[in-house]
């Protein structure tokens, strides 16, 4: 599969997932030649283990959220094309706009939540205020001890493995490669310390830039590229139960605690109540976060925490069978805030990581905006927050 | 035998279980399972666990009788038995999972 | 410190009888009403010509037996315990009494279940593994129909047919897929073949016999390669086999008949195994000569670790449950520990013939028409799984059941993982790039079982201060 010094890549994409895959894409748009090389199978790390997230609703006012707010609006234009390329049945992700529904059952998290959704819509998000008796409206089997409610209809989810087959698809059909079962070891570097090739089990790949995907493994494949970078595995734990009927959740809901979860530093395991259902019945029920290193082993009392939780939230729920738990990591920066950029102490080596359980979703402008730096394009979004020699993932780590 | 998960039948309201793993015992309401079902709100016979389970409020060998339908049900949620699903058969829902 | 022996067929209703004879306190834990397994299946209450090791597991004081449980998850703890999430009580009801055990040694023997390969019509109504028929006839005795074809390969389908006359049923014929030639080249590839063991060739040819009696057909080198019916199996289209089991052309006949059962070979029942962490090859449990598993302290005996009947199972408990009692400080009967490790180097030689002389060839794979289900739970047919490796370029199990959902469903990937996994590397084959990557993720389950979600929400009772130890 892979002849080693026989093509010149413009770009090599280290990581076959949902990011390397949108990076590759938007790079092969833009008329470079690209190559993605993944150890394993494509999709088959942290993208494969998630619900598929495409959220504005869960985050701050900041940096992230801009970004989310350009890729929410760019992913249906990004199935549309593929579907226009490709044809309906390789580009159908499962696209659903669904909406979120964010929850409080207590009055400290009522005032906590309405005051978070008041900001988000001053930043131009579409936070609906539900009055009393309006989530049981849109979630009839929602417990009624809600004491405040935000829907968010803007809200999405897509299937994850299925995007990312089709954005891959789409760099192949433009000339591009992706070359599965190949870790990639490390970079080569010429005159001025500039990347000129990535080495991999099966030889070199010359090419002119490298992009770390990695992932949750990202600070690994940094450390290897001689430019060090604080991206942490973060696991995290999902429920599956058997199928149910049609429109018994409706939304992806969660516990307004989400929010403090997702920006928690806490090493500890972290959980907050998300359910959704997905087109085939079954329900997903997260989430966990916890910083164990890449410890896979089952935790039983994880599992009982999210059963209790999402009991609570949706107690008509209890008697349903939980056929399946899996987990994942999540790639996590100490700021909680993606890297997207060129590496300045590592000349063409780039990174596209550390978007711990929002990568789904910050694909798509991720992307784009690393191909917009990368050809020299005006960006869509500022890059100063993402860009990777900010001090929150060098501080520390060895030059 | 047990694995396959092919003929799921509801049994005193609770679907989702295996006619080939479960004992019958007297006073069961059984009926064939089509497609995905949510379980009725309420046990609608003492369920499961003998008289030392925490849950149990019929103590003594009492039973009371198997109720019909729970009206607590969501109506939305019904769903008439699809042509394609044979007894035995698959019983998926329509479309994707992960 | 106790010994948990999970299974009570014949490997472990042994491992847990020579654990405890060695001096170990033992908790057998067991998903059915009754000891004794597929194996010794009978009606509730039936002690009718039980060997002596039912007796011996009855009255043995230090083994304490939890019928009814399911372990459903399983995790170390510190102090290299085993920590086993059980629920015990009517199969899938809600609310069943919910406790951990912890073991400080740990016997795996959980058996295999029946493979079956798919065929157009294999969903349908009146189709039973081999497994099932003769479990219904063992413990029910119901028979699956009225007039009945047993077909797959094995040497097992004929102690299904022989259950099936016992009921009452017609059994139109026994279809073995391998040809003669196989059979007798895999069981004389090893020293120790079938004409040794004394015993299965004379259970051999009281099956003969039984056959001709009851006019029962036997053909070798022949399948059903089709079943028809509406709502329910009406008829079957069978053929002749190559060696490779692709049909042969013109070879095709059609049999009224009401039920079918197929049987091609075993899977074990991993979950444990592989919950444990425990190393596997080639689909098996690895083991060494005291049956140890790569974990220290967890064993595995019988079906996991190969297939071989329930002899082999038995002395594989036997020296299981010896290793686990030493490894818990106890000093089992030397004497004893070497003759079941003899009867274990013995009866796997048997073994090793069986599975040579019984393969699954890939021409099964010719049998199933591009809309034949490949996962009956979710509806996948061979033309989606092909898409899946075709268009979506699925490299990976984990990617390709995400891309077309074959193995998601309820039953988690355990009828149709490896049909599945080999189709799609046949697939990957025909266009030249290697098989699928990481081909264990299919086996995968964390969960060995389904829990209610509020069932899950609520803290178990430990075992150990239930029972007041």
Redesign the interface.
Known sequence: ?LSPGSTHADVVVVGAGVIGAACAEALSGRGLRVTVVDR?????GTT?CGE?NVLVSDKAVGPELTLAQASRRLWPELLDRLREEAGP??ADA?WDEKGGLVVATSGAAARALTGFAAGQRAAGIDARELPEGGAAELE??LTPKVTAAVHYPEDAQL?P??AT?AL??AV?RRGGC?V??TPALGVESGRGGRVTAVTTRDGALPCGAVVNACGPWAGHFAAAAGAPLTVLPRRGMV??????????VRHKVYDADYVGAVAGDDADLMTSTVVES?????VL?GSSRQRIGFED????HV??TL??K??ALFP????????????GFRPYTPDHLPVIGEDPRCPGLWHATGHEGAGIGLAPATGRLLAELMVGLPPHVDPWSFRADRPALTKGQAQ | MGVCFDCLVVVNGVPDIRACQRVVEPGDTIRFQWGAELPAAQPQKREAAGADHPGADHPGGERPDPAGPDPARPEPHARPPRSDEQSGGSRSAEGEAW | MKVVVVGAGPAGMHAAVAAARGGARVVLVDSAPQAGGQYYRRPPGGTAALPHVFEELRRQPRIEHLPDATVWAMEAVPGGLHRLHVQQGPADAPGRRSMTIEAAALVLATGAYDRVVPFPGWDLPGVYTAGAAQALAKSQRVAVGRRVLVCGTGPFLLPVARSLLAVGAEVAGVLEANAPATCLRGWLRRPAHPWHHRAKAAELAGYAALLARHRVPYRPRTAVIAAHGTDHVEAVTTARLDPDWNPVPGSERRFAVDAVCVGHGFTPQLEPVIAAGCRTRGGFAEVDDRQATSVPGVFAAGELTGIGGADLSAAEGTVAGCAAARHLGHAPDPAREAAARRRVRHWRDFAAALAAAHPVRPGWQTWAADDTLVCRCEEVTVRELRDAVEHHRARGARSLKLLCRVGLGPCQGRICGRNATELADAFLRERGAPPLLDPDAAAKRPLAAPVRLADLATPPTAYEAQEGT
Do not use: K, W
């Open positions: 599969m394993g199978a494509p999709a088959s494969a598929g049945s390789l499962e009839p089997l299937q493995v299925l087959a891959l698809a192949t992706v599965s079962g429920l599956v139960t058997g199928p149910l009927p049609e429109a018994t997905t087109r085939s019945g079954t029920i082993s089952l935790q039983v599992l009982r059963a209790a999402a009991v008509a729920l209890g008697r349903v069978p939980v056929m399946r738990a899996y987990g």
